[in-house]
């Protein structure tokens, strides 16, 4: 098939595709997503962050669509006024901090506006502040009147196995009442169930009016799953997790090597 006519919407994840591992975006990146919107092709990005987290990017990639924040719980414009936004059921909220809790995880809870956390010192905290560009709020503990507004919920910890089995155990309790799937090795996001990154490009699709096999995507975590099986092309990157890899139709270099790039020139070529 040609690729330029077959594509009209490249959605790209944001941390480890995007960008590179230290969170920059390289002039490469920058010159593609150029390209590739002077060759009539739309870009869009969409990740775990909260919206207000990716508020750095939308004048260097001169954004003008939606922007998906918590992996499709909040959708926003590029002026990050608000579209549509999933919040979490409150029973499903409570009982998703009490699980990670119970697996021997730290426990975050963001709201549309806010980050909320229970210890300023512990891990990641302080390397997530620096990435999103704004402070979290330290709360005693998280009552109903924050979980009532939580769009995601994320379990943290740097045993990534143990990660990996409270995602399992998130999903077997949850059921359909929740989105379990880890954005990085070492946070779990818990969102509502229409907060999918599949979602995401069913959204985009309705808003811009263009349909999922006009959509190609590119991407590094189990979260990204679902828009691989949405979108008409699907792109891993090198350093992308196993998981993904095995349902991704192709890979590029690694974020370290512009491997987004490396796919917009050879989409554009």
Not at 74 to 101: F, G, K, M, P, W
Not at 102 to 116: A, F, K, P
Not at 126 to 150: G, I, Q, S
Not at 168 to 174: C, I, P, Q, T, Y
Request: glycine share 6%; net charge negative; hydrophobic share 45%.
């Amino acid at each position: 098939m040609n690729a330029r006519q077959a594509t009209r919407l490249f959605l790209a994840d944001v941390d480890g595709a995007l960008l590179t591992r230290d969170k920059v975006l390289t002039d490469a990146a920058k010159a593609a997503v150029r390209e590739l919107r002077a060759a009539g092709i739309a870009f869009a990005i969409t990740s775990g962050r909260p919206p207000r987290g990716m508020s750095m990017l939308i004048e260097p990639l001169a954004l003008t669509g939606p922007i998906a924040g918590f992996n499709g719980g909040v959708l926003v414009n590029a002026d990050l006024s608000v579209i549509e936004s999933h919040t979490l059921e409150l029973a499903a909220a409570r009982q998703t901090v009490a699980l990670i809790l119970e697996q021997g995880l730290d426990v975050w809870v963001y709201t549309e506006t806010e980050w909320l956390i229970r210890d300023n010192d512990a891990p990641h905290v302080a390397r997530e502040a620096w990435t999103v560009k704004f402070n979290a709020r330290a709360v005693p503990e998280f009552t109903d009147a924050h979980l009532a507004h939580a769009v995601k919920i994320v379990g943290i910890s740097d045993d990534l196995e143990r990660v990996a089995a409270c995602e399992s155990a998130a999903r077997e309790a949850l059921g359909d009442r929740a989105s379990a799937a880890r954005s990085q090795p070492y946070y779990l996001d818990v969102t509502h169930p229409r907060a999918t990154k599949g979602e995401v490009v069913t959204t985009l699709a309705r808003h811009l009016n263009i349909p999922p096999a006009q959509i190609a995507t590119i991407g590094d975590m189990p979260n990204d799953v679902p828009m691989f099986g949405w979108a008409a092309h699907s792109v891993a990157m090198a350093n992308a997790h196993e998981e993904l890899k095995a349902v991704a139709d192709e890979v590029t270099s690694s974020n370290e090597e512009d491997g987004i790039a490396v796919v917009l020139e050879r989409l554009l070529g």
